[in-house]
């Protein structure tokens, strides 16, 4: 299994063995974001979340609607409508997964989108996952990617969100498979461009600390934050000192957090 975070127990569940490494401790970042959006109505100090929440739900709903709209009065295809009315449908489900990831990005930086390329590359048999019919638990990897660049794009990580979307592309996952036709209703960056911003500022109103280029840099040797993203960065930059600095790292975290 990988990292989950279980609602009825409040309880976020890390493979074994997890903490000897530092690549994918971004990931708990994500798993908070979930219990952050099942608490979100409860707790008076996230109220800027639950706000600006409900404002990207109302986004989602405004977009699908306008274009329902356009469709039913074009001459296409009939099933053009129904297929609207399904991916709405999803999005509902799927905000809460891009609140946990954006939430990630936005608390930890860039170290979480290397985290979800890297898992994706692991783990991931369809990147472009959707059906026209059947219903998905969560967005695309596709989806997913595309919403974490935008999201870097709007703290100021513009050239890192440019270097790892060139690994995407160019990983054989996406260059050697293709999406179906109705995908390309499912994910518009106009949609997305709303919802990540609306998330960005219900995580600043809940006083929660974002990671800009400026901020990451400032930080001392210390902070978790900077030594996750270091991580990444030595990762592509010496992949074969990279386990004797991990080791380094992870020893240092431990004696410290102890």
Known sequence: MYYFFHPFTNVIFVPVGESEFLLHLPDLFHEIGHEISCNKENESRLKGVHGKYTLAVHKITEYYGQLLTKKRRETGPSEIPRLIMHIHSQWKNWIEEFFSDLFALYTVG???????????????????????????????????????????????????????????????????????????????????????????????????????????????????????????????????????WEEKKILYLKETLQ
């Open 110 to 244: 860039p170290a979480y989108a290397w985290s979800h390329l890297h898992i994706t590359i692991k783990k991931s048999q369809n990147v472009y996952d959707f059906s026209p019919i059947l219903p998905r638990t969560h967005p695309s990897d596709d989806g997913r990617m595309r919403m974490l660049i935008i999201g870097m794009g709007l703290v100021g990580f513009e050239d890192e969100a440019k270097t790892i979307w060139s690994k995407w592309k160019n990983m054989p996952l996406t260059t050697g498979t293709q999406p179906v036709v109705e995908y390309q209703y499912v994910y518009p960056e106009e949609l997305m461009t709303e919802v990540a911003s609306a998330i960005l500022q219900g995580i600043k109103e809940s006083g929660f600390a974002i990671v800009l280029p400026k901020r990451l840099n400032e930080l001392n040797e210390k902070s978790v934050i900077k030594l996750l993203n270091e991580a990444w960065d030595l990762f592509w930059k010496e992949p074969n000192g990279f386990r004797s």
